[in-house]
C-alpha cells in the first residue's frame, strides 16, 4: 500500500511538474528551460540532502550517471514534444511507453508477478492510453516529430526508473544527486551549441520573464519530488507496480491543459481516469 500510495504522489507531481515545463517551452527553446529545470532542481535536491544523507558508492554513481544521461535526454524531447502539443495527448503517448518497458524489464529480470497484479497493471495501462483519446474534432493530431519526441522522451523516463531501482538501497539519494549533476551537465554543453548556432543564425535570446521562470522553478521542485518518492517507493515495493503508478502522471498534466489552457476532456478521457482510479484500488488491494 505504502508503495502505491508513493507512485501516486510521484505520478501528481510529474503530472504538475510536466504541465508547468510543458508550457514554459511554449515559450523559450526546450533545451534551455530543461537546463534551467535541472540547474534548479540540483540546488534544490542539495539542500534537502542535508536532511538525508546521501551514501555515495560505485555502483550508485554508475547507475546514477546512466540515469542522469536518460534524465537529460527524456526530459528535453518530452518538453519539447509538449510545446508542440496537444498536451491532452503526447503526456499520456510517453507515460505509456515509460511504463511498459520497466515492466518488462522486472519480469525479465525474474520478478514475479501476480495474476491480480498483472490486472491491475493492465488495466492502469490502458487508462493512461485513453486518456490519450483527442479530445475533440477541433484538436489536432500531433505531428509526426510530436510522436517521435513523445516516444523518445518515455524510453527515456523508463531508463530513469529502471536504472533508479538497481541502485542500493542504503544509497539514500546519492542517486538522484548523481543523476541530476550529469543532466546539468549535459544540457549545459547542449545550451552553449545551441546559443552558438543562434548567433551564426542571427536569432533573436530567450527571454526569461519572472513569470516563466516561476514557472520553470516549480517545474524543477515539483521534478524533484517525484524523483524522491518513485525512489523511496521502488525501495519499499516492485519496480513494475510503482513505474505503472507512476505513469499516470498525465491524469495531473491534462487536468491543468483543461483547467488553465481549456482543453476539452472527452468522455473516453473521463472513462481512462476511473479506470486509473480502478487499477489503483487493485494494485493497493
Not at 85 to 99: E, H, K, R, Y
Not at 160 to 165: A, C, E
Amino acid at each position: 500500500m505504502l508503495a502505491v500510495s508513493l507512485g501516486l504522489l510521484a505520478a501528481a507531481s510529474y503530472g504538475a511538474a510536466d504541465f508547468f515545463g510543458g508550457f514554459a517551452s511554449k515559450k523559450a527553446n526546450p533545451i534551455r528551460v530543461t537546463g534551467i529545470a535541472l540547474g534548479i532542481g540540483l540546488l534544490f535536491l542539495l539542500l534537502v540532502s542535508i536532511f538525508l544523507r546521501p551514501e555515495f558508492s560505485s555502483q550508485t554513481i554508475l547507475f546514477g550517471v546512466l540515469a542522469g544521461i536518460c534524465s537529460g535526454l527524456a526530459l528535453t524531447m518530452f518538453y519539447a514534444a509538449l510545446a508542440l502539443g496537444p498536451i491532452s495527448i503526447v503526456s499520456p503517448l510517453t507515460a505509456v511507453a515509460g511504463a511498459v518497458l520497466p515492466v518488462i524489464v522486472d519480469v525479465a529480470l525474474g520478478q514475479a508477478l501476480s495474476a491480480f497484479t498483472v490486472l491491475a497493471i493492465v488495466v492502469i495501462i490502458a487508462a493512461a492510453g485513453l486518456v490519450s483519446v483527442v479530445p475533440s474534432k477541433k484538436v489536432p493530431l500531433p505531428s509526426t516529430k510530436a510522436l517521435m519526441l513523445s516516444l523518445g522522451g518515455g524510453a527515456g523516463f523508463a531508463g530513469i526508473f529502471i536504472f533508479l531501482d538497481q541502485t542500493p538501497a542504503d544509497s539514500g539519494i546519492a542517486p538522484l544527486v548523481v543523476m541530476r549533476i550529469v543532466g546539468v551537465l549535459m544540457l549545459a554543453v547542449a545550451i552553449v551549441f545551441l546559443t552558438q548556432r543562434d548567433r551564426k543564425l542571427g536569432k533573436a535570446k530567450d527571454k526569461f520573464s519572472t513569470t516563466l521562470m516561476l514557472m520553470i522553478s516549480i517545474s524543477a521542485v515539483l521534478d524533484v519530488s517525484a524523483n524522491l518518492f518513485f525512489l523511496i517507493g521502488t525501495r519499499e515495493g516492485v519496480l513494475a507496480v510503482v513505474a505503472v503508478v507512476t505513469s499516470l502522471y498525465p491524469i495531473g498534466t491534462v487536468a491543468l491543459a483543461r483547467i488553465v489552457l481549456k482543453e476539452k476532456l472527452a468522455n473516453l478521457q473521463w472513462t481512462g481516469i476511473a479506470m486509473a482510479i480502478f487499477g489503483c484500488v487493485l494494485l493497493a488491494i
